[in-house]
């Protein structure tokens, strides 16, 4: 799969899918606020961090705020609904990880064999801490509806055969729509020693960075339907299965139903609702044949729309005018009649496509693309260094200026996570930034390489992590300083080379 499909879906989709409705998707209700803080503090005293990401997404379903508090702790990231990911891909992910000293698992929380895997992986993990800790803290967090309530689920079915842990085990509450946790939640696990998992409100940040992101989040359920509305988001949709050419594989499906292959009767009616996971139930055989049937006219439907399409996806008419089309063939293949009212008829077809491609139907796909290594020459200019006035003439070779002060401060310790403020300064149109590293009157200076590295991989997250072109946006903030604690042993995505 071409990495060009992004390129296309926002080329193509232009006004019709990117800024109608409000262009940004932000969704940041009260409890969310509040569940943040909750989770700041608690994180301090946490032993280790299970943090869920959805498979689909492993990026952009990264809560971008509390990744600075998580790089000092002990984490494990969970890819949760692998079964809805794309297997061909999702090995590349894992790789990416490992590749960035992170620790990370691919699993289905439904799944008694993932969970005792990813158990397997939080044991080895605490092992130095359980020897000398009575009672262990395994925090759970993670975006709105990753399954993270499933994950402590499953944990407390199997508890009783990893950890010798005793009483009654309290459930977490689960459902398929953002936001059914809102408070936390602690649950113990097991004893000799204690260990208490505890459970946290899914917590999105107060603005979503950019327009794709929220869209990917809304698509796989992270975001309620109505901040975006089901027709954009089935437009969405429709433009990345385009691009993407996936209904041309679809075509040996058309011919079986030209073949007049078919299980059900057209008196038996859709249940799709039964799919999703809190109102899924046992579908009998017919039930079970319905579905493929539908799921085969549905994708019948986008094939011979995509395959009869003559214009350029990346055209913002062309493509609209396609997925028009696909939006009257999808009506017939859901059976909804015409003589439905437009807006109504165009709503249930696309809370019917939704569903499909959440409960994974229309087969696995992953949104996120696979990050490619980009260099970045970076230069830090150490200012309290007199030696190096002279050298101004090197300074133009490269990307990025950071100047570099070393500073006392009146308190005997600085925490490590709270060492490095950083803050973009000058024109906008160059990348220069400030750098202000804090030691206490007890703290030990090392000047080493190990030093080095945590300071680049801070000054590399804040440049990433999009926060210094927030501060972009209002000419008051240029200089505004921000605490950045990545260290060199948990820097995901960071890969340093030295000439």
């Given amino acids: ?21 409000g262009g940004v998707v932000n969704w940041f209700p009260g409890h969310m606020a509040a569940a943040t803080r909750a989770i700041r503090d608690r994180l301090k005293l946490s032993d280790l961090v299970i943090e869920v990401r959805d498979s689909r997404i492993p990026i ?44 990370c698992l691919l699993i289905n929380a439904h799944s008694k064999n993932s969970v005792q895997k990813l158990l397997d992986l939080v044991e080895w993990k605490l092992k130095e801490v359980i020897s000398r800790e009575p009672t262990l803290l395994v925090m759970v967090i993670g975006v709105p509806n990753v399954g993270k309530s499933t994950v402590i689920n499953s944990i407390h079915q199997i508890a009783s055969t990893r950890f010798p842990a005793q009483g009654k085990k309290k459930r977490a509450t689960v459902g398929p729509l953002p936001g059914v946790t809102q408070d936390i939640a602690g649950y113990k696990i097991a004893h000799q020693p204690s260990i208490y998992v505890l459970d946290t409100p899914g917590v999105l940040v107060p603005s979503i960075p950019d327009i794709e992101t929220g869209l990917k989040l809304a698509l796989t359920g992270s975001v309620k339907d109505s901040v975006v509305g089901e027709e954009r988001l089935a437009q969405y949709l429709l433009a990345i299965l385009n691009s993407r050419s996936t209904p041309l594989h679809w075509k040996h499906l058309n011919n079986r139903r030209l073949e007049g292959v078919r299980y059900y009767t057209k008196d038996k009616e859709a249940r799709l609702k039964d799919l999703l996971p809190k109102k899924r139930k046992q579908l009998n055989d017919s039930d079970v044949l319905y579905i493929e ?17 003559d214009g ?29 009212a437009s807006d109504e008829a165009r709503t249930m077809v696309s809370k019917k496509f939704l569903t499909l491609f959440r409960t994974g139907k229309l087969g696995p796909f992953t949104l996120d693309d696979v990050p490619d290594a980009v260099n970045l020459d970076l230069l830090i200019w150490d200012a309290c260094d007199r030696s190096k006035d002279g050298d101004y003439f090197s300074v133009s070779s490269y990307q990025v200026l950071v100047f570099l002060c070393i500073k006392s401060v009146p308190v005997p310790y600085v925490k490590t996570e709270e060492r490095f403020l950083v803050g973009r300064i000058g024109p906008k149109e160059y990348r220069l930034y400030r750098c202000i590293v804090r030691y206490g009157y007890h703290d030990i200076h090392k000047d080493d390489q190990e030093f080095e590295k945590d300071l680049v991989c801070s000054i590399t997250e804040f440049i990433r ?24 042993t948990n820097s995901e995505g960071i890969q340093m080379y030295e000439n």
């Fill in 312 to 340: 350029n996806l990346e055209d913002e008419n062309d493509l609209e005018s396609l997925i028009e089309k696909q939006f009257l063939a999808l009506q017939r293949a859901f059976k909804i009649p015409p003589n439905k």
């Fill in 465 to 488: 992590s999009g926060r210094s072109k927030l501060n972009d946006l209002e000419e008051k903030n240029d200089g505004k300083m921000t605490v950045v604690g990545t260290s060199s």
């Fill in 60 to 103: 952009s379903s990264v809560n971008t705020d509390l990744q600075s508090v998580l790089a000092t702790k002990r984490r494990v990231i969970a890819l949760n609904k692998k079964d809805l990911a794309n297997p061909n891909i999702m090995h590349k992910w894992v790789q990416y990880f490992e590749d960035n000293n992170q620790d």
């Fill in 1 to 21: 799969m071409s990495k060009g499909w992004s390129k296309i879906v926002k080329k193509g989709l232009g006004e019709m899918g990117f800024n109608k409705g």
């Fill in 293 to 309: 049937d539908l799921v085969t006219e549905v994708q019948c439907a986008l094939y011979v729309t995509l395959a009869d399409f």
